[in-house]
């Protein structure tokens, strides 16, 4: 399973996709995609695993965030 997202445009939404590009999952945050740039799996010590997105995407450095999600 992979995790995708829009560029700027779309509402504050991921998704899961399959190898063959199905979508499995479509979630909803409660933040606001400005132009979300980038999204990353993490597993921690305890083998909690985290969907990670950075808000970056911006070229005069006044938006800089990240979210973090719990992944199941």
Not at 7 to 25: E, M, P
Not at 47 to 70: D, W
């Amino acid at each position: 399973m992979c995790w995708t997202r829009y560029d700027s445009g779309d509402g504050a939404f991921i998704y899961a996709i399959n190898a063959k590009a199905i979508r499995l999952v479509r979630g909803w945050l409660r933040a606001r995609n400005a132009d979300w740039e980038n999204i990353a799996t993490f597993k921690d010590r305890t083998g909690k695993c985290f969907v990670y997105i950075a808000e970056t995407g911006n070229n005069k450095l006044k938006r800089l965030r990240s979210y973090r999600l719990p992944h199941y």
